[in-house]
């Protein structure tokens, strides 16, 4: 990576993307964090970006040549909007984009599967992560990190369903190794903690580690699906529900080696992370 090159990084102020711009100014590399209100990220260039704005485009894009995608949240057709921007930051010469996406999508899948599919053709340089569920969904904003603290339960359609839950810095550490190291890694990367739990496991991780009572309430795919309609749109409520009923059938119940092989250390245990990140007594 050349001194004079300047990474953008979309979604600067969330879960994986505040963690890459952190990892990244560390390392000494030059960032601009894009953020719909401009948030300040200790080391960075920030910068306003919004994806429905595409006047906030061009200048977040000026004297990039990399950039890391977090796509639209919510948004049900994500091709839509982020393809006409990945055709702008070619142009504006952008050469290397590394993509969030999902363990659960694949190329050419729903939502942000067509952005996958596209990337390839768009750029010469880029990587997709798609990684497991993240352990942070126990511990910050997300709907079972409210449930523990307000319930002491999770609640879910998994079953006995394994997952390979991730940390976010684990996810920042492989997504700033494909954004500097100087050969792009040009493929897919699946990403995985150290071990498959289930829900039921990570309930009682929770308990021990912590002391706080969790325990996880099993759904069946329709009460999950009904639980979470009244939060958000029908439909993506019984896409959610569907995701927690494949993990039921085994679909995430997989380890890999990608976080130890790219980074060079192992990948953080949900064990580990409960010792750092546990607001739930706040």
Known sequence: MT?????????????????????????GHRVKAASRNAT??????????????????????????????????????PASVMLPFLQRARDAGVHRAVLLSSSAIAQGGPAVGMVHQALPELFEQWAVLRP??????????????????????????????????????????????????????????????????????????????????????????EQMRDRLTALIPVEFAAMLAGMDRAIAEGSEDRVTDTVQRLTGRPPRSFRALLQTETPWNN
Do not use: K
């Not at 001194?3 to 994986?16: C, E, K, N, R, Y």
């Not at 994806?51 to 890391?68: E, K």
């Not at 990403?191 to 309930?203: K, M, Q, V």
């Not at 325990?215 to 795919?221: G, P, V």
């Open 40 to 77: 300040p990220v200790v080391g960075a260039e920030s910068v306003i970006f919004d994806w429905y704005d595409p006047a906030t485009h061009l200048d977040a894009l000026d004297g990039t040549d990399r950039v890391y995608l977090l796509p639209p949240l919510g948004e049900s057709d």
């Open 132 to 221: 497991s569920w993240f352990m942070q969904n126990f511990t910050g904003a997300h709907a079972h990190a409210v449930s523990i603290r307000e319930d002491g339960a999770i609640w879910t359609a998994t079953g006995s369903g394994r997952v390979g839950f991730v940390d976010a810095e684990d996810i920042a550490a492989v997504a700033v190794h494909a954004l500097t190291d100087e050969h792009a890694p040009n493929t897919d990367l699946i990403l995985t903690g150290p071990e498959a739990l289930s829900y039921d496991d990570i309930a009682a991780i929770i308990t021990e580690v912590t002391g706080r009572p969790v325990a996880h309430r099993r759904l069946s795919y």
């Open 3 to 27: 001194v004079t090159s300047t990474t953008l990084v979309i979604g600067a102020t969330g879960t994986t993307g505040s963690r890459t711009a952190a990892q990244l100014t560390a390392a």
